[in-house]
């Protein structure tokens, strides 16, 4: 690396972490762990991941900024999982963000971005998975209505719930009310956060073509790999595409799961992978074999803002991102400005960094805590 690392800073709450970093000309960057258990990764963070990264500008195996989380990660190997994981993304997206403000330029812009992608189109996910279903379904037409989503996300079924439903039928009825509600022409996809056995997800798979889903996603435990690639390969005799990925942070696992199509749509998070330059790796391994990407990016935390960047760089993205639609403060509150929504498309931010800052109220009630490279 150019300049050392001086220092890294974290801000968390009970779910949010963010991250500032700051180097030795005093430019600073602001990243972000991972969502949810953000005191467990902040102290990761600091006790594990911040000496490495401080570290690494010494080393022969970074090139530059966007190797530091590879380093965490390679370094720590004892330590390998997804809360180390969490740590590096916060680094590496503090990095992003001091990098690009220190050229003056966006995210996108310096990671590359495409020409024309000013404007994200997205897709309106549902985190409610037991809400009476004509509730439901009504709800989701006023959202989109309101805000223009030409995609929708239902979430139905219990997450790794062994086949099971929060009652019985829910979700075919879920998923009939949604197409008999929705716009004309509304795509509609479905998650089942890994619900199911091959048998159920095959047999699911059928009613969600015959009722022209467009993709089905995470059918079987994301860890049982083998599971989700006979589901695959049913769902393509059947004519449904398989989405997934959101879970993994490991690069082997990744490369196996493209290199044998274990699903037709990579879905990475960008913070339980490690980062936005980890991301991008999959997104241009993904590209190589022809296969489409869209991030996991369930909640409007400042990840989905990472989100609009990193689709305005990729190869193959799909034609929407994920955006979360429930009005969660613990997501929303912590920086600013939001993002706006309208005719279902969102604007990539062209200001400096990522193109958003703290919100003050947030960093004065967060628990506060620093590492220094002395």
Known sequence: METKIKSIESYSGDNICLVRITDGDGAQGWGMT?????NISALVLHQIAAGTAFASHNSPDVNDFTDVADEVIRRNYKYLGT???????????????????????????????KSGRDY????????????????????LREIQDKF????????????????????????????????ETARPGTEIYVDVNGNYSVEKAIETARFLH??????????????????????????EKIGIPVAGGEQDY???????????RVMDICQPDLLYLGGFSRSLRVAKLAASKNLP????TSNRSPIFIMGLHYMAHIDNPYPFLECGIEEDLWATECYTPQIIIKDGRAAVPDGPGWGFEPDEDFLAKAHYQISRND
């Open 34 to 38: 991972a969502p949810f258990a953000a």
């Open 83 to 113: 809360f180390l994981a969490r740590a590096a993304a916060g680094i590496d997206t503090a990095l992003w963000d001091l990098e690009a403000k220190k050229k003056g330029v966006s995210a996108a812009v310096l990671a590359g971005k």
């Open 120 to 139: 994200i189109d997205l897709y309106a996910s549902s985190m409610k998975r037991d809400l009476p279903v004509r509730e439901e379904a009504d709800r």
């Open 148 to 179: 223009g989503y030409r995609a929708i996300k239902l979430h139905p079924g219990i997450p790794v719930g062994r086949d099971r439903d929060f009652w019985d039928g829910r979700t075919e009825d879920m998923v009939r009310a949604m197409i």
């Open 210 to 235: 015959d009722c022209g889903v467009k993709f089905f996603e995470e059918p079987c435990p994301y860890w049982k790999t083998e599971e989700t690639k006979a589901v695959r390969d049913a769902c």
């Open 250 to 260: 490991i690069d082997t696992v990744w490369e196996n799961m493209i290199e044998r």
């Open 293 to 296: 990407v869209t991030p996991h």
